[in-house]
């Protein structure tokens, strides 16, 4: 079974430069999760989705972060411009949510690790 | 103070030793508990969830504390293959399906 997807697996830009992060989740999950991880920061959520719809963005840095999720398999990540402080690894994850519960196991992707220089 | 706090480690452990470790989180209204591992340049995974009645899952046991709010982790017979960084998680329900994680204990075992 293919698990989550995440593209591209690494990227090399320069700051003031846009950078796009892509990820499929798994099939029939219904909830999508963007992280970032740093050495100094560990494991932030930025944003997460259900049902395509945005529910909390209250981790996203600042307004140069924008997150989208146009239908149930694909979600973006964009910042624009990118500054050498956002050099991070960014982890896309998804889980089935059912009815009635939370906190289901959540399903990482490889990540894509960012270098803004 | 971080919701979800962790010692770094490292916890260095002999090859066949037995190693456990905490985390405490900050919410009393925390519902689900979770430990995941990550290795080095990988992505995090579920390792076990942890219930209020403790539980095993082979060489490791996981206990939670509601009262003192903190959970635990005991590794017996260590392996090589058990070192990794220990990601203490939290689910506070009224957050819906987030996700709150510590910032891991790194655990080295050695020959």
């Known amino acids: 079974d293919a698990g989550v997807i995440q593209s591209p697996r690494h990227e090399v830009t320069e700051m003031g430069q846009e950078v796009t992060l892509r990820c499929k989740p798994i099939s029939g999950h219904n909830s999508l999760f963007w992280y970032r991880q740093t050495m100094m920061r560990g494991l932030e959520l930025l944003i997460y989705?259900?049902?395509?719809?945005?529910?909390?963005d209250s981790g996203m840095p600042e307004d140069r972060f924008s997150a989208k999720m146009p239908n149930a398999s694909f979600s973006t990540l964009k910042i624009q411009p990118s500054e050498p402080r956002d050099s991070a690894v960014y982890f896309c994850a998804s889980t089935r949510v059912l009815e009635g519960r939370r906190g289901n196991e959540q399903f990482f992707g490889p990540g894509t690790r960012l270098t803004v220089l | 103070r971080k919701e979800v706090e962790q010692d770094p480690g490292p916890f260095n452990v002999p090859e066949g030793a037995t190693v456990a470790f905490n985390c405490t989180y900050s919410?009393?209204?925390?519902?689900?508990f979770f430990w995941y591992r990550q290795d080095c340049r990988k992505e995090p995974k579920l390792l076990m969830s942890?219930?209020?009645s403790g539980n095993e899952d082979g060489r490791f046991t996981a206990q939670l504390n509601r009262a003192s709010q903190y959970i635990s982790l005991l590794i017996r017979d260590s392996k090589l293959s058990d070192s990794a960084t220990y990601l203490c998680v939290v689910n506070d329900g009224a957050a819906g399906n987030k996700l709150t994680f510590g910032g891991g204990t790194r655990v080295l075992v050695k020959p």
């Open positions: 942890v219930y209020s």
């Open positions: 919410n009393s209204a925390s519902q689900s």
């Open positions: 989705f259900n049902n395509n719809v945005p529910i909390d």
